[in-house]
């Protein structure tokens, strides 16, 4: 857990999964303001 805060990170065996998740999502992703996305991915 980071220090101050509730997040905990994944297990790093999950990593390379969520990451590929994360990849084929942002290239799904709808066409928006790059600002809109930019706080989308900070969300996610």
């Known amino acids: 857990m980071a220090a ?3 997040y ?7 990593v ?3 990451m590929q998740g994360f990849g ?3 290239q799904s992703a709808p066409k928006v ?3 809109e996305l930019a706080a ?3 969300y996610r």
């Open 40 to 42: 989308e991915i900070h």
């Open 24 to 26: 084929e999502w942002l």
């Open 33 to 35: 303001h790059p600002v």
């Open 4 to 6: 101050g805060s509730n």
């Open 16 to 18: 390379p999964e969520l």
């Open 8 to 14: 905990r990170y994944p297990d790093a065996i999950l």
